[in-house]
């Protein structure tokens, strides 16, 4: 993106935009509010918030609207109240006014490619039922870092292939969704009909655009067909909840297996290594094998301490949980020296037992500490490993409960996370070397 697409909008542009903000204040009535949806549930392209609240961070207007007062941006005054209703039941045309004076201050550059009505991207999902639009508005708020000097832009580009796979399956997603739309107008599909919905809508654009295996479809067809779980054995759910945990976290781990690739790409031409027809492996991967392992019955983020310390660890010395539990920032005055360790290692034992569980801001102070003590570079790397073993570990227990409330507790649901978890080191592998292959 060229950095003009930084710039503000011109007068020319406002005038275009100010039109287009009138004509959608006319459609704003009592029965007819504006709001800002959070998105549909769509597995091949989800929700930012369902991703976003996997990583324990926040999308909504209010967390944008604070981040812009944080940074001291001139912006209209809109209350707590309006910020909530803009995300929910929706909004008068006041409360709309002031709200289209902050995307005019923060996000000039998706405006711009909304003025350009030259078929864009972000226009044409607008016109779709996807949520392409607000991934889209992410990738341009990306390439608009990418174009700030002021920025570390070795950091940034830890998230290109991120960024690419993100926009391409948005243009997969548009795309196929406009194919699909117009034979629907037509009336060549019946969208009453969930089985021909499956197989002539669904179905084709998963097997062209993912590597889901043969028994994921399976299991899809049969869950538009109306089958009873109840009427399952204990070994034919276990084989439906693992598929399922397959197709659902399928643009998950993708998500997940790009940004590590571009992590250990950019530490690979830091270290002029070249050795790439083999797959070279991050600390996701090796956290995720430590916790996938059979033998293995720690949490996600119990098992990724298990990789530091064997990463840290060498042939003379072995790192131990008490030599780790010392680089957790706590009150020295309120300790002597002896109980001030004894006190860090309590904690992190309830850490690993997931209680009081640090917030990013306390795992981002460990990791820092802990790369200045042992010599390591640590940008927000290892917080973003320990941002995803938290948030397996929490969606484990969400579908733990909610599994053993609907089908009883005769089912390991751990047992079947871990199988449909292990499918990370396909995704990797297949990213990796698209990435490094060029293509």
Request: with cysteine.
């Amino acid at each position: 993106m060229t950095t003009e697409s930084n710039q503000p909008l011109s007068i020319e542009e406002l005038s275009q935009l100010n039109e287009i903000i009138e004509d959608c204040a006319k459609t704003i009535n009592k029965d007819n509010k504006f709001k800002m949806p959070s998105g549909i549930n769509d597995h091949f392209l989800p929700s930012i918030d369902e991703i976003f609240g996997f990583f324990n961070m926040k999308s909504d207007v209010r967390t944008l609207y604070q981040t812009m007062i944080n940074n001291n941006v001139s912006i209209p005054q809109i209350s707590h109240g309006s910020l909530h209703q803009l995300n929910n039941g929706g909004v008068g045309k006041g409360v709309f006014y002031k709200f289209m004076g902050v995307m005019k201050a923060s996000s000039n550059y998706i405006l711009r490619h909304v003025l350009s009505r030259q078929g864009s991207w972000i226009e044409r999902a607008h016109n779709l039922n996807t949520n392409a639009a607000y991934w889209l508005g992410i990738t341009l708020g990306y390439q608009q870092m990418k174009s700030d000097p002021n920025l570390n832009q070795q950091e940034l580009s830890n998230y290109q292939c991120l960024a690419d796979f993100i926009s391409s399956r948005c243009h997969q997603d548009i795309i196929y969704k406009e194919q699909c739309k117009k034979r629907i107008l037509a009336g060549n599909i019946d969208t009453t009909n969930k089985l021909l919905v499956w197989e002539t809508v669904v179905s084709p654009l998963y097997r062209q655009h993912t590597q889901l295996s043969e028994p994921v479809f399976t299991m899809l067809r049969h869950a538009c067909e109306g089958r009873d779980l109840g009427s399952y054995s204990v070994q034919q759910k276990s084989e439906f909840l693992q598929r399922s945990f397959e197709a659902k976290y399928d643009f998950l781990l993708n998500c997940i297996a790009c940004y590590e690739v571009g992590y250990v790409a950019r530490m690979l031409e830091l270290t002029n290594d070249t050795n790439t027809l083999e797959v070279r492996k991050g600390f996701i991967s090796l956290t995720l094998d430590q916790y996938v392992d059979t033998e293995n019955d720690k949490t996600c983020f119990h098992s990724l301490f298990l990789v530091v310390k064997s990463n840290l660890s060498n042939d003379d010395h072995k790192v131990t949980n008490r030599e780790l539990a010392s680089y957790i920032k706590m009150n020295h005055t309120a300790y002597g020296e002896e109980s001030l360790n004894d006190a860090q290692y309590n904690v992190l034992k309830k850490w690993f037992k997931q209680k009081d569980l640090p917030s990013n801001e306390r795992l981002q102070q460990f990791f820092d500490d802990l790369a200045k003590a042992y010599g390591f570079n640590n940008d927000d790397h290892m917080l973003w490993v320990a941002r995803m073993a938290l948030g397996f570990d929490a969606l484990l227990k969400q579908r733990t409960d909610a599994i053993i409330n609907e089908l009883g507790d005769e089912i390991d649901v751990t047992a079947i996370w871990k199988q449909a978890l292990s499918r990370y080191r396909e995704c990797y592998k297949y990213h990796f070397h698209q990435h490094f292959s060029g293509k």
